[in-house]
T-cell receptor, first 108, second 114 residues
Framework: GIQVEQSPPDLILQEGANSTLRCNFS?????LQWFHQNPWGQLINLFY???GTKQNGRLSATTVATERYSLLYISSSQTTDSGVYFC??????????FGTGTRLQVFP | KAGVTQTPRYLIKTRGQQVTLSCSPI?????VSWYQQTPGQGLQFLFE???????NKGNFPGRFSGRQFSNSRSEMNVSTLELGDSALYLC?????????????FGEGSWLTVV
C-alpha cells in the first residue's frame, strides 16, 4: 500500500513566522487532502489537492504528483494555527492513508 | 448546512463490554468512513460504506463491525472491549465514492476502556 512520510515531525514557531510542511508518498495517488487537527481532536479539511497549487488565505498547498510530494505553506503564523497537520492521499477509493503528521506549536 | 455529527462525544466502558457509535453524515453525502486514532498507531482506516454496503475494510479484528442505513447514517460497534480499544473514533463523509471528493470529518467519539 501507499506509504506516507511527513516532515518535520515537530515545528515550533513564533507568531508571524512562515513555514513549509512536506508530505512524500510512495506511489501514484488520485487524490490528496491536507487536514488540520485542532486541540479538540477534530480534523478540518484544508485542501483537496491531487495536483497543482491552491491558496486559501494564509495557507497554500502544492502537489507535484509526478514526483510524489505535496507541500503545505503557512504564512504569518498565528497561535490558532497550532495543532497537528496531516496529509492523506487516496488511491482508488476514498480510504485516506494518513501520515504521522507534523505537530505545529505557535507561540505569541 | 450541518456538518458530520457523531454521538456520543465521550464515553467510558469496562473491558468486555460492547459499544455502539453513531455518525450522521452531511446532508446529501452517501459515503461514510470510520477511522481510529491512537497515540501509538496514529490514524487508521476502519471501514467505508456507500449505499448501505461495506466497500472497504481496514485491518481490524472481527470485533469491529459497522453498518450504514438507508438514510446514510452509520453506526460502528466494538464488542468485547479491550484496553487497547481506547481511542478517538472519527467518522468522515463525502458526496460519493471514488470520485475525488473533499472528505469531511466529525468531531469524533472519545472512547476510554477501563
Amino acid at each position: 500500500g501507499i506509504q506516507v512520510e511527513q516532515s518535520p515531525p515537530d515545528l515550533i514557531l513564533q507568531e508571524g513566522a512562515n513555514s513549509t510542511l512536506r508530505c512524500n508518498f510512495s506511489d501514484s495517488v488520485n487524490n490528496l487532502q491536507w487536514f488540520h487537527q485542532n486541540p479538540w481532536g477534530q480534523l478540518i479539511n484544508l485542501f483537496y489537492i491531487p495536483s497543482g497549487t491552491k491558496q486559501n488565505g494564509r495557507l497554500s498547498a502544492t502537489t507535484v504528483a509526478t514526483e510524489r510530494y505535496s507541500l503545505l505553506y503557512i504564512s504569518s503564523s498565528q497561535t490558532t494555527d497550532s495543532g497537528v497537520y496531516f496529509c492523506a492521499p487516496t488511491s482508488d477509493t476514498d480510504k485516506l492513508i494518513f501520515g504521522t503528521g507534523t505537530r505545529l506549536q505557535v507561540f505569541p | 448546512k450541518a456538518g458530520v455529527t457523531q454521538t456520543p462525544r465521550y464515553l467510558i466502558k469496562t473491558r468486555g463490554q460492547q459499544v455502539t457509535l453513531s455518525c450522521s453524515p452531511i446532508s446529501g453525502h452517501r459515503s461514510v468512513s470510520w477511522y481510529q486514532q491512537t497515540p501509538g498507531q496514529g490514524l487508521q482506516f476502519l471501514f467505508e460504506y456507500f449505499s448501505e454496503t461495506q466497500r472497504n475494510k481496514g485491518n481490524f479484528p472481527g470485533r469491529f463491525s459497522g453498518r450504514q442505513f438507508s438514510n446514510s447514517r452509520s453506526e460502528m460497534n466494538v464488542s468485547t472491549l479491550e484496553l487497547g480499544d481506547s481511542a478517538l473514533y472519527l467518522c468522515a463523509s463525502s458526496l460519493k465514492m471514488n470520485s475525488g471528493n473533499t472528505i469531511y470529518f466529525g468531531e469524533g467519539s472519545w472512547l476510554t476502556v477501563v
